[in-house]
């Protein structure tokens, strides 16, 4: 069974740009949820999308944003690129049943801004 | 606000000997908890769970306590390998509806020495 697959692996980014990641969950997931990896801040939850309607949102701006298409890949947008954002973006599937924190997490992609 | 934290940022043990690595949380409402390893350029992985209506649970050479008194959990290690090289990362969750949404410790690095 194949796992969670993001992509791109790495991308380089001016200030002021945006930029989107995708995610293919493994395969029967229904829940899709984004983190964001930061030597200072840790992991920090962005949001988590389930039957592509969005169910959970952390303590992120509005220019992070997120969406599931039918066949419960995800994508996420960030717009107007700050240095800040230099992260890893990571992606975490599961079927999405209540109250379970089992996730599996792919590989992530390693955002820079520059 | 709510947070998770780890006692200890990186931890050293022998090859052979079991490893105790330490969790505090702040959140009485927490009443699910996880933890994670994350071993160099992969994303988390799912080590072990534990509820708030245990103490104890046991894996494949991993048990957490839960000791909601003091809002403390742990993970030990039996027998640490040197494959358990690894960033170790509680976290919690809460209420029914927020899987996907899990709040992560700093996280705590185990060194194995050979």
């Known amino acids: 069974k194949a796992g969670v697959t993001q992509t791109p692996r790495y991308l380089i980014k001016t200030r002021g740009q945006q930029v989107t990641l995708s995610c293919s969950p493994i395969s029967g997931h229904r829940s899709v949820s984004w983190y964001q990896q930061t030597p200072g801040q840790g992991l920090q939850f962005l949001f988590e999308?389930?039957?592509?309607?969005?169910?959970n949102k952390g303590n992120f701006p509005g220019r992070f944003s997120g969406r599931q298409f039918s066949n419960s890949r995800s994508e996420m947008n960030v717009s107007t690129l700050e240095l800040g954002d230099s992260a890893l973006y990571l992606c975490?599937?599961?079927?999405?049943?209540?109250?379970?924190?089992?996730?599996?997490f792919g590989e992530g992609s390693r955002l820079t801004v520059l | 606000g709510e947070s998770v934290g780890l006692h200890l940022p990186t931890l050293s043990v022998q090859e052979g000997d079991n490893s105790i690595i330490n969790c505090a949380y702040s959140?009485?409402?927490?009443?699910?908890f996880i933890w994670y390893k994350q071993e160099s350029g992969k994303g988390p992985q799912f080590i072990i769970d534990?509820?708030?209506?245990?103490d104890k649970r046991q894996g494949q050479r991993v048990t957490v306590l839960l000791n909601k008194t003091v809002k403390h959990l742990s993970l030990q290690i039996a027998a640490t390998q040197p494959g358990d090289s690894a960033v170790y990362f509680c976290a919690e969750t809460y209420g029914s509806s927020n899987t996907g949404k899990l709040i992560f410790g700093q996280g705590t690095t185990l060194q194995v020495k050979p």
């Open positions: 975490a599937s599961s079927y999405g049943a209540e109250n379970t924190g089992e996730l599996f």
């Open positions: 999308y389930f039957s592509e309607t969005q169910r």
């Open positions: 959140n009485s409402a927490s009443d699910y």
């Open positions: 534990i509820r708030s209506n245990m």
